[in-house]
T-cell receptor, first 115, second 113 residues
């Protein structure tokens, strides 16, 4: 069975540009969450989507947005990129969005470098 | 509000010796607690989770953790380290009704041959 897949694996962008990161959850999983992991730190929560609705948002500026599609895949969009947006972006999928102790399965991430 | 403090940023052990990675948590609700491992250039993998059942939780690869409410701790242990255990370990907390996972800053485990 395929796990959580993210694309692209690596990306280099220039300050001010826009970026779209993609995530396909495990088959049957309806919840997708996004995390940002800056070098040397633990992942930080950005968004959670469940059944195509936003269920939660972390402390990130409005330049960050996301959506979930009918097939439960998801996109994370970041506008007006800053150098500080350079990080590993992780996607996690889980069966449900309501029960927090449902295990979250993580993809390998997209490494974004802003120059 | 919930938070996690991993008390050591780096732990170094010799192969075959015990491993102890320390974690303290803070949560307004009865927490769910997790340990995840991240190998270089790999995604996060769940080692074990505590969800208000038994306080001693057994995970994969010989790891276990004990939930101590009085000490607000959830330390990760393994009796005998293996070279393949070298990785970054994250203690994670989430509160009742919360979908958000809050990660600690991580502990890098080095295993010396």
């Amino acid at each position: 069975d395929a796990g959580v897949t993210q694309s692209p694996t690596h990306l280099i962008k220039t300050r001010g540009q826009h970026v779209t990161l993609r995530c396909s959850p495990i088959s049957g999983h309806k919840s997708v969450s996004w995390y940002q992991q800056v070098l040397g730190q633990g992942p930080q929560f950005i968004f959670q989507y469940y059944e195509k609705e936003e269920r939660g948002r972390g402390n990130f500026p409005d330049r960050f947005s996301a959506r979930q599609f009918p097939n439960y895949s998801s996109e994370l969009n970041v506008n007006a990129l800053l150098l500080g947006d350079s990080a590993l972006y992780l996607c996690a999928s889980s069966l449900s969005g309501g029960k927090v102790n449902t295990e979250a399965f993580f993809g390998q991430g997209t490494r974004l470098t802003v120059v | 509000a919930q938070s996690v403090t991993q008390l050591d940023s780096h732990v170094s052990v010799s192969e075959g010796t015990p491993v102890l990675l320390r974690c303290n948590y803070s949560s307004s609700y009865s927490p769910s607690l997790f340990w995840y491992v991240q190998h270089p250039n790999k995604g996060l993998q769940l080692l074990l989770k505590y969800t208000s059942a038994a306080t001693l939780v057994k995970g994969i690869n010989g790891f276990e953790a004990e939930f101590k409410k009085s000490e607000t701790s959830f330390h990760l242990t393994k009796p005998s380290a293996h070279m393949s255990d070298a990785a970054e370990y994250f203690c994670v907390v989430s509160g009742a009704g919360s979908y958000q996972l809050t990660f600690g800053k991580g502990t890098k485990l080095s295993v010396i041959p």
